[in-house]
């Protein structure tokens, strides 16, 4: 029962109850009893824990702790929210409750700040277990080994450190145990709070220093001509150099200054009731908002349509983005731009946003860009990647963004035969009139299934038309004869390479929310929890978003429960954390066996160690050894 499972109904707890009379008794518990439950009862045991005890012993707390620093803003905007007996608490790395808010809880007067919560102190509980596992746990009445919390349900979420990814602490709700319940009630509580101080965590794990610079390397990398100004200094990059007189730098460092003036004169007299002009390092569950152009106080540099003109540069505008980091102006970025820039700039935008592609991650976007580049000119496109990439999905939008006539779409994988070269034949026997404009293009998808006569047929056609309309996918792996890579090499100079998933896991929280955005009648609409999104982000996805896809909808069709999916009710092999060890290729192997088989039977231990041919006691000491039992 110690994970975060379904809270126990009335007969469970029953027996969870008598379990523990006997085991206090010096009897065995039973063999219902979960084995690490009873192993961590065996523990506290060992550790002299009384089981009466009164209090959870207190120790001194840190003196300057950079999680309480972090998480007390959150922490102060929680606690007022809390209903009835429901409390909340914040311990550290070392099980040391640093913070604790809400009603009256766990048989202490004075609240649980300063207790130590470690499994030495006080037995099995469930911020030792979230630590000790790393993902959210639940512990319940009977479950927990001192008499002082039987009537207390707790759940718990860990807190990681944002550049190392280690569990500095743990976000803990606790609660009169209630019967019958299907779920922790403070669950979403504990994980919301705990995605709200991890965000403040990164956030003041960069100082106001670094995400001035961070912002100018930004712009940089993109080719702009940029300036960073935090008031008493400035970064210029060397086009801003090129491009800006010493009187227009003076001119915008003045401008900065001005601007953080303003913004120390606002925070004293009251918060700004204003819409938001800047990127903002964001307070937990927003999104930073598009800048708007600074409205600069002088009229040789404002403009009518709010950019700020340089009076000195034939052609040339700024625009001053603020920065705000920790809740205060810490500086601007102004970016130099050229009339060809801005409408660069303007027909990118106009290409980026393709319908029906979700991703922001540096690897997609550049993929996208290239790809939207190349499909500008009607000549042949070749979109290469793993399985379940989008390469369907980016060439159908391609091919809307031309304004053309539907595509004719050809899947290798399911050709019939003779289809490919009619089509070819139908394509190059157009009047000339109508090669350009009137025909339609081409989706050929699958090209490494091509036959040879299809193959015969496209060089063909590309020997005689150059310049056809046609979007062809290819997945690399299989083996190609000459024919075949002819083709391919006459299409890799109109090439694309889409990355997958693994390597642009930041887009997935933007996937999980478009496959989701439209529910079954008369289901709510998916959540995740956090545990759950980093289960996901874990997981090296062979099939690509493809897999993605089909894991959301399996959830979505088999889940009862209401609030944000759990770690739990993801299949078994997106549960399993990676291999804590480096395997050799027989164990990556057989653990891939075990995973898949377990999928393949709905988790059903038995039936997959039959499945494998092995029996279950080798089932269950495989799953222990590749770090797979805790799923």
């Not at 996208?368 to 159908?396: N, Q």
């Not at 190059?428 to 350009?436: F, G, I, M, N």
């Not at 057989?590 to 089932?619: F, M, P, Q, V, Y």
Request: hydrophobic share 40%.
């Amino acid at each position: 029962m110690t994970t975060t499972d379904d809270t126990p109904a009335d007969p469970v707890l029953s027996s969870l109850r008598r379990a523990r009379d006997r085991f206090f008794s010096g009897r065995p518990p039973g063999d219902g009893i979960p084995e690490d439950l009873a192993q961590a009862w065996r523990r506290a045991r060992f550790f002299g824990v009384p089981r009466d005890l009164a209090a959870p012993p207190r120790v001194r707390p840190p003196v300057d702790s950079p999680l309480l620093a972090a998480a007390r803003p959150v922490l102060d905007r929680v606690a007022p929210t809390l209903s009835g007996a429901m409390g909340l608490v914040l311990v550290d790395s070392r099980c040391r409750a640093l913070w604790s808010g809400g009603g009256r809880y766990a048989g202490t007067a004075d609240g649980m700040a300063g207790l130590d919560l470690s499994e030495k102190a006080v037995g099995h509980n469930s911020t030792a277990l979230a630590l000790r596992t790393g993902r959210r746990a639940e512990v319940h009445g009977p479950e927990h080994f001192l008499d002082l919390w039987q009537e207390v349900s707790a759940v718990s979420v860990p807190l990681y450190e944002p550049t190392a990814g280690r569990p500095v602490g743990t976000v803990t709700v606790v609660a009169p145990l209630g019967e019958g319940r299907t779920a922790h009630p403070g669950a979403a509580l504990a994980e919301a709070t705990a995605h709200a101080i991890e965000t403040e965590l990164l956030g003041r794990e960069r100082p106001p220093e670094r995400v001035l610079l961070d912002a100018y390397l930004r712009q940089r990398a993109e080719g702009a001509a940029v300036v960073a100004l935090d008031g008493s200094s400035r970064l210029v990059s060397p086009e801003a150099a090129r491009l800006l007189s010493h009187e227009t730098l003076a001119r915008l460092e003045r401008h900065a200054t001005a601007l953080l003036r303003d913004a120390d004169a606002g925070a004293a007299t009251g918060p700004d009731t204003g819409p938001a002009t800047g990127p903002q390092e964001h307070a937990p569950d927003e999104f930073p908002v598009p800048d708007d152009e600074f409205h600069v106080p002088d009229d040789e540099f404002a403009v009518p349509d709010d950019e700020i003109r340089v009076p000195d540069g034939a052609g040339l505008t700024i625009r001053m983005t603020r920065l705000v980091h920790g809740g205060a102006v810490i500086g601007a970025v102004a970016t130099v731009c050229t009339a060809a820039r801005r409408a660069r700039s303007a027909e990118r935008r106009g290409h980026d946003r393709l319908p029906g592609l979700v991703g922001t991650s540096r690897p997609w976007r550049l993929a996208v860009s290239r790809a939207t580049e190349l499909a500008r000119a009607v000549e042949p496109l070749l979109l290469i990647g793993e399985p379940g990439v989008g390469k369907t999905a980016l060439a159908r939008a391609l091919l809307g963004l031309r304004g053309t006539a539907a595509p004719r779409v050809v899947d290798a994988a399911e050709q019939v035969p003779g289809e490919v070269p009619r089509w070819c034949h139908a394509l190059a026997e157009l009047p000339e009139s109508e090669r350009d404009g009137g025909a339609p293009p081409l989706l050929l998808r699958h090209a490494e299934r091509l036959g040879q006569s299809d193959v015969a047929a496209l060089l063909s056609l590309l020997e005689e038309r150059p310049a056809v309309p046609l979007v062809a996918t290819h997945t690399p792996g299989t083996p190609t004869g000459p024919c075949l890579s002819r083709l391919l090499d006459i299409l890799a100079a109109r090439s694309v390479t889409l990355p997958p998933l693994r390597e642009r896991v930041e887009d997935i929280p933007a996937l999980l929310a478009g496959l989701t955005r439209s529910p079954s009648p008369g289901r709510p609409p998916l959540t995740w929890s956090l545990d759950a999104r980093r289960a996901l982000e874990q997981h090296t996805w062979p099939g690509n978003v493809a897999e993605l896809t089909h894991v959301v909808r399996e959830v979505a069709e088999r889940r009862r429960a209401t609030g944000p999916v759990r770690r739990e009710e993801l299949p078994y092999g997106l549960r399993v954390p990676p291999a804590t060890r480096r395997l050799s290729g027989i164990e990556r192997a057989e653990r891939t066996a075990i995973l898949e088989a377990l999928r393949r039977h709905g988790d059903n231990k038995a039936r997959a160690a039959e499945s494998l041919g092995i029996g279950r006691a080798t089932l269950y000491r495989k799953l222990r050894t590749y770090g797979m039992d805790q799923a």
